[in-house]
């Protein structure tokens, strides 16, 4: 693979994705820490969002410590040279919240959906487009539940709407690299060629380097990734070791590398709750093809009513549920420990 | 309302104004009616299948719009509307059929009028006699019940709904306004449902074959839930809802855990011209024809005569 020359642009889930592993408490003070340590190492986008978008604050996913306005407006006044990018998924935040992100200080807004729904996204879009020098991101969440021609569609509407930059998103984990090659491809071949391609991976089946890799290779431009992998399931691609592999390969990130192997070791991994790995059920994750922020979920209703977080994930897979569906696993639960009680 | 002596006999004649699958799926329902005459279709495609189907049940149609009916409305005795177009056009046609003495029912998200959710607070609007009346939004239709039967135990701080549809029931006017869903259902949740915040998330599953319409309703109680009360007050509402949707089914709990009382529901469709699955359009045409067969028994009854304001 030759890669030599490219240049991309590497995008921080730490403080996005990994709230999901946080249960949603990292501090204000702690994000801050983390965004300025990463704005020194010269990442040049860093998300910062309730870890399923703003207005993600509920039963169904978990309060958070503080509010996104709280996170937004603190971070968004802490970085000097990294831009702040925001989450919302349609159906849980509103274009209130995306008003609200945008008067914080946030340069990138990423409007996020099921890969075959995009059009529930054409509200946000178009009213983020709308603002001047707003960076606007079309982010199709489970993208490998589709066939490429079905997911192009899919972009093309997001295009259609005002992205800049549209996303192909692993967020099982369940991508192989033919998967990224032959989705990404597709889009850019495609696609007009000013629109970006990003790729954002999780690592349940350890394919979060290779993968983003094929996407590069294939015409993605934005690479996302968590310092440390700090995110749901087995976290994202391990930003500090893709950078490290980039640099090898001559692939040009404009980070220094040595300062971001640094907020991982020194800043990111002491904050975590449980070392975020490949474990058995993260790796049933990528496996069965299911929404990496279910793992915790599953772990919980598992530990309750006394099952399996493995047959949870499994059975979570073969109903083909969707992001945002967390509420799904405890009546899932409900059904399985009457099932096995009856047995 | 309750002190009516004798059962009223004929029928309230409708208007459905929006030939599309909520439409049809309403003028399949009212047609089983005992009180409800549909006798109008409105449209604005002169070719649409919805119209020539409503022909061919024998209403009068126009593909004019509201416009088309006006001139003849009230002499064609049309005492009912119901309007299953969208937010944008509704303040208008509910302005229309109200000069010309007809009540408005909505199904839109447009929410003009108060809320409406039958078991809940149906007889408050027909005794207000409220001119137009809204029907909140499908995940308010399936859960705001279920809010209202946790409040009228005790209070509720917070009450959250999570709605999960049917790619294939999720029509382009939900697609195109989603944040109206969210909004429209929060206010429903505090206002009909009682409790002091709310807060409504709608996620769309595309599976095949569709799964049937699922609902969440969470409640954070302000103090520790009175189990059994709660446990009782719930079935209750159920029973009351299935009167007009025979497929609303508790799937489990209540769950109790600390002061939070989850319910998990599931919505199936009598599958009239919608398919089964898509329980969260059959609960709203269904709330909506309750709704006016409520407003029919009190216009028969000599109680109440709807006229322009």
């Known amino acids: 693979m030759d890669l030599k020359g490219k240049k991309i642009t590497v995008h921080d889930m730490c403080l996005r994705d990994g709230m999901h592993p946080k249960q949603h408490q990292i501090s204000v003070d702690e994000m801050v820490t983390v965004a300025k340590a990463m704005d020194e190492a010269g990442i040049p986008l860093i998300e910062v969002t309730h870890g399923d978008g703003l207005g993600g604050a509920s039963v169904n996913y978990g309060f958070p410590a503080n509010s996104d306005e709280e996170y937004l407006s603190a971070v968004c006044g802490a970085v000097k040279n990294s831009k702040v990018s925001a989450l919302l998924l349609p159906g849980i935040g509103t274009v209130d919240h995306l008003k609200m992100a945008v008067d914080c200080g946030i340069g990138t807004i990423r409007v996020a959906t099921h890969c075959t729904e995009a059009d529930v996204s054409e509200q946000h879009l178009t009213m983020a487009a709308k603002y001047d020098k707003l960076d606007v991101v079309g982010f199709l969440m489970m993208a490998h539940m589709i066939e490429p021609e079905a997911l192009l569609e899919q972009l093309q509407l997001m295009e259609s709407y005002g992205a800049n930059c549209v996303y192909i998103t692993d967020s099982a984990g369940y991508m192989l690299p033919d998967d990224v090659t032959a989705r990404v491809a597709l889009a850019r071949e495609k696609l007009n060629p000013s629109t970006e391609i990003g790729f954002h991976g999780h690592h349940n089946l350890g394919m979060g380097i290779a993968n983003s890799l094929a996407a590069v290779e294939a015409g993605a431009t934005r690479i996302d990734g968590s310092l440390a992998g700090l995110g749901a399931g087995a976290g994202n691609t391990p930003l500090e070791v893709f950078l490290a592999v980039c640099d090898r390969m001559g692939v040009e990130t404009g980070v220094d590398l040595f300062k971001a192997m640094d907020v991982a070791e020194d800043l990111i991994v002491p904050m975590m709750d449980d070392i975020v790995r490949v474990d058995r059920d993260s790796l049933t994750l990528g496996w069965a093809g299911v929404y990496s922020s279910f793992l915790l979920f599953a772990k919980r209703a598992a530990k309750k009513y006394n099952l399996s977080a493995r047959d949870i994930l499994v059975e979570l897979g073969r109903r083909r549920t969707v992001g945002g569906q967390e509420d799904m696993i405890e009546d899932l639960a409900l059904d399985m420990a009457r099932a096995r009680d009856a047995a | ?309």
């Open chain 2, 1 to 309: 309302m309750s002190n009516k002596i004798t059962v009223p006999s004929g029928k309230v004649k409708a208007a459905i104004i929006g030939p599309g699958n909520i439409g049809t799926d309403l003028l399949m329902k009212a047609m089983r009616s005992d009180v409800i005459e549909p006798v109008w279709m409105v449209g604005v495609v002169p070719d649409s299948p919805g119209l020539a189907r409503a022909q061919d049940m024998g209403l009068k149609t126009t593909a004019e719009g509201v416009d088309g009916m006006l001139p003849s409305m009230k002499e064609d005795g049309v005492q009912i509307c119901f309007d299953a177009t969208s937010a944008y056009v509704h303040a208008e046609n509910s302005r229309k059929v109200n000069e010309q003495g007809a009540v408005m029912i909505d199904l839109t998200p447009a929410a003009i009028g108060p809320f409406c959710v039958p078991p809940v607070n149906l007889s408050n609007a027909v005794a207000e006699r409220k001119m137009n009346v809204n029907m909140v939004t499908c995940g308010g239709q399936a859960t705001i019940p279920l809010v209202a039967a946790v409040s009228r135990v005790q209070s509720v701080s917070y009450a959250e709904i999570v709605a999960t549809v049917s790619s294939k029931s999720a029509g382009p006017g939900t697609r195109k306004n989603i944040d109206e869903f969210t909004r429209t259902t929060s206010r429903g949740i505090e206002s009909v449902g009682g409790a002091e915040k709310g807060k409504a998330i709608i996620i769309i599953n595309p599976a095949e074959p569709p799964l049937i319409m699922r609902d969440t309703v969470h409640c954070l109680t302000v103090d520790e839930p009175d189990q059994d009360a709660i446990r009782q007050s719930i079935d209750d509402m159920i029973v009351e809802v299935q009167k007009y949707v025979p497929g609303y089914t508790l799937k489990n709990g209540p769950v109790f855990d600390g002061k939070r009382v989850s319910i998990y529901m599931e919505v199936e469709g009598l599958g009239d011209f919608l398919p089964k699955y898509a329980g969260n359009l059959d609960i709203m045409t269904a709330a909506g024809l309750r709704t006016a067969e409520m407003y029919a028994e009190e216009i028969l009854a000599g109680n109440f005569v709807p006229s322009a304001a």
